[in-house]
């Protein structure tokens, strides 16, 4: 056995260590892109240094002890500038302290740190796909390649992404802190709402050949989990976290043999993943345990759970379910919630007042190009026997959907309702 | 991915010692960073063998056989359940766990659900699906 250590080895010490280092580094310069650069030179220099001497015993103190060193070189240099400067200028006000005293303050809680790390990267200064590349490079540790794989973009477009957030944070200089007072809420659901949408760039791709991107799932899980331990006391956290949790449980049962797309009620619940099912309804049980006001996510979690107490689809509770839409359409107003509590509706109380409730959105303009309404709208009419307005309406699903395997799906509803067509025909001319 | 990682039992995990104050305050703070770093999905001490069963099975006999069980090499003492991005990761992470004294502990991948699925039968399935239902059920009431 060699004592050098593996590309692979060396890249798992770096998904383990870059965040708090990238964190501990913040701290020090107090600029995302320079810390990130330190860190990646520190990690370069382990990837040079390591397949011969091994990892060593504290790879984290390694990687630590050099990017700080190379911190204070950074810090040394600009101070000397600085000094130049102020000579000329005749100006010392505005030096930076010195190492020494930043070292005093380098080994605070790794918890805040990480913490900070997550508020900064889902700054509401930033585009949404900033927020969410930055947040996958900080948090997750992943390269910019990887990250350009998950979302199907080209690799130079999240690198620009990716420097154009951080110049925006440093142009606008954030502070490398937590918020407080009325910030907090804010600045909370930017960060939920980057982890969801991660999570959902995975659970319903919104492009591409594939209809799941379970990495993306897994990292969005990941950063959810860290998130309720940081900040253990708010219950959309929590809430946040059952909704993923829930949904990922039935990635298994999602896709087909042959990757086609399979809807929640079509689903064989055996392949159900027990083990994420249980943890998400745990998770929501703590986000109900806070006794908050119920958000928008553990609103979607307790649906999600509806749907995870029933084993099979006839005990589905739909009751429950149309009720937690009313809560959420109140809360969210959203037109795509209300595209989806029409669909509880039409279990709960049949497909003709699902169709009157769809019908009302038609005119929706945020809802104009979005295939799910007439696919839904197809779906109603199917099961009260408008075949042809139905097959109509799949059509026009299928040319909306930018998920192949979602519009082949489409299409072959739109072929269902051609049969049924003609076999109605075939009953009618016989009666 | 997620992995299995066995923690082996020993002469004072089978005669029921608990570990030192030590021990137990340094294995805290490692399932805690675990849990913090987002890994830790499961974990789980299992009693001393004494407490055990056995059933061996040979054609259509059982034989149940009571613990303690001698061979304490392959007791299992505990467990974890991971979610890491490569087994590498995992063994990182294990690397730090404050274990000592020659003892051996085995990371195992578990199962994803795209290694078989295919392999099951339509029947077998709806079989599965049934005996679910009736889990569900019975843990409800």
Known sequence: MSSGATHEAIEAVWRIESARLVGALMRLVRDVGLAEDLAQESFIAALECWPTTGIPVNPGAWLMTTAKNRAFDHLRHQKMQQRKHAEIGNDASDLSPAPSDLELAADDDVGDDLLRLIFIACHPVLPKDGRAALTLRLLGGLTTEEIARAFLVPEPTIAQRIVRAKRTLAEARVPFEMPCGPDLPTRLSSVLEVIYLVFNEGYAATKGDHWTRPELCQEALRLGRILTELVADEAEVHGLLALMELHASRLPARIGASGEPILLLDQDRSRWDRMLLHRGLAALMRAEALKQPLGPYTLQASIAACHARAGVPEETDWGRIVALYDALVELTGSPIVELNRAVAVSMAFGPAAGLELVDALIDEPALKSYHLLPSVRGDFLMKLGRHVEAGLEFERAASLAQNSRERDLLLARVGESRTRQTTRHVADVRE | ?141
């Not at chain 2, 991915?1 to 294995?27: Q, W």
């Open chain 2, 1 to 141: 991915m997620r992995v299995m990682v066995f923690v082996p039992g020993d002469k004072n995990s089978e005669a029921g010692v608990m570990p030192s104050e030590e021990l137990i305050s340094k294995m805290t703070k490692f399932n805690q960073d675990l849990v913090t770093a987002g890994v830790m999905l499961d974990a789980q001490g299992l009693r001393p063998t004494s407490k055990a069963k056995r059933v061996r099975f040979s054609g259509s006999q059982r034989t149940v056989t009571d613990g303690p069980f001698a061979e304490s090499k392959e007791i299992v003492a505990g467990y974890w359940i991971w979610q890491v991005k490569s087994i590498e990761e995992a063994v990182e992470w294990l690397k730090r766990a404050p274990f000592d004294g020659g003892i051996e502990v085995t990371i195992r991948p578990i199962f994803e659900p795209e290694d078989f699925g295919k392999q099951l039968s339509p029947e077998l399935r709806a079989k599965g699906q049934k005996m679910r239902a009736e889990i569900e059920r019975q843990r409800k009431s």
